[in-house]
């Protein structure tokens, strides 16, 4: 990708977040109705927001560039002539939005063959949109570009972690683990969803560990992270694209002795 289609597709994309964010804004703190899409045995919410920002988010991008392929939350796959994939997630943090809470976001990214190379989230209710790539990281808000960088923190004590909550993780092995990290942090604070891996690159946070991850849940959030000086894995130390159980750590000495504890 050359720097000019960087800025071109970083414009696109800041532009199309930042207009789903007002159709979010027609919905959030007003009464919606919620379905779920496992039933009632494992609640998980979706709303109209979900899908009417998905749906105007995918046509966007299919008006300006109808060869790249998109996959999205909400909808199926769309497969593309090019080597450009988008990733959506219309609504991350549902739980959140529909009670209340603004940590939420939308997510956008970005990928060239098998590497993301582009990724935003967009929180509409504080105005703030995250965005990282190869030329840097940085949050914009009222108009105005701020760089970020993670923080320099070499030890579980000094570090506060996030996760958004104990029940994401899909076994007591995997619980125990994210316990283990846990226990030797100086802080432990759960909620977050998306927010809470744009605070780590933002510097005001050191881990996020979480489960049971989609693509679509992390991939617009790597380039963010790693460009803001940050590193995110699964906990294995390999690639965090397919999802499952992730670890963002605000640099690699940190990630190492969290990934000692999470793999002991």
């Known amino acids: 990708m050359s720097n000019k289609q960087r800025e071109n597709f970083l414009g696109f994309a800041t532009e199309i977040v930042e207009a789903a964010g007002r159709i979010a804004l027609q919905y959030f703190r007003s009464p919606i109705e919620v379905d779920s899409k496992t039933g009632k045995a494992n609640f998980d919410p979706v709303t109209a927001a979900d899908r009417e920002i998905e749906a105007f988010i995918r046509t966007k991008i299919i008006e300006v560039y109808p060869g790249h392929s998109i996959i999205g939350e909400e909808q199926e796959d769309s497969q593309g002539s090019e080597d450009f994939k988008w990733i959506i997630d219309p609504i991350d943090g549902t739980r959140a939005f529909i009670s209340g809470s603004p940590m939420w976001g939308i997510l956008l990214g970005l990928m060239e063959g098998d590497k993301p190379v582009l990724g935003l989230m967009h929180q509409?209710?504080?105005?703030?949109?995250?965005?990282?790539?190869?030329?840097?990281?940085?949050?914009?808000?009222?108009?105005?570009?701020?760089?970020?960088?993670?923080?320099?923190?070499?030890?579980?004590?000094?570090?506060?972690?996030?996760?958004?909550?104990?029940?994401?993780?899909?076994?007591?092995?995997?619980?125990?683990?994210?316990?283990?990290?846990?226990?030797?942090?100086?802080?432990?604070?759960?909620?977050?969803?998306?927010?809470?891996?744009?605070?780590?690159?933002?510097?005001?946070?050191?881990?996020?560990?979480?489960?049971?991850?989609?693509?679509?849940?992390?991939?617009?959030?790597?380039?963010?992270?790693?460009?803001?000086?940050?590193?995110?894995?699964?906990?294995?130390?390999?690639?965090?694209?397919?999802?499952?159980?992730?670890?963002?750590?605000?640099?690699?000495?940190?990630?190492?002795?969290?990934?000692?504890?999470?793999?002991?």
């Not at 998306?194 to 489960?211: P, Q, T």
């Not at 390999?238 to 499952?244: C, F, K, M, P, Q």
């Open 124 to 264: 509409p209710y504080l105005q703030e949109t995250f965005v990282g790539s190869r030329a840097g990281a940085f949050i914009r808000k009222s108009a105005t570009d701020q760089s970020i960088n993670t923080r320099s923190t070499s030890e579980l004590t000094d570090a506060t972690l996030y996760c958004t909550h104990p029940s994401m993780f899909s076994s007591e092995h995997d619980l125990k683990a994210f316990n283990d990290v846990a226990a030797n942090c100086q802080l432990m604070r759960f909620g977050g969803d998306c927010y809470a891996y744009c605070m780590l690159a933002h510097g005001l946070i050191d881990l996020v560990i979480e489960g049971g991850l989609q693509p679509y849940d992390i991939i617009p959030l790597i380039p963010i992270i790693e460009a803001a000086g940050g590193i995110v894995t699964n906990w294995q130390g390999g690639s965090a694209l397919s999802g499952g159980n992730v670890i963002a750590a605000a640099n690699a000495g940190l990630h190492e002795k969290a990934m000692m504890l999470l793999s002991g």
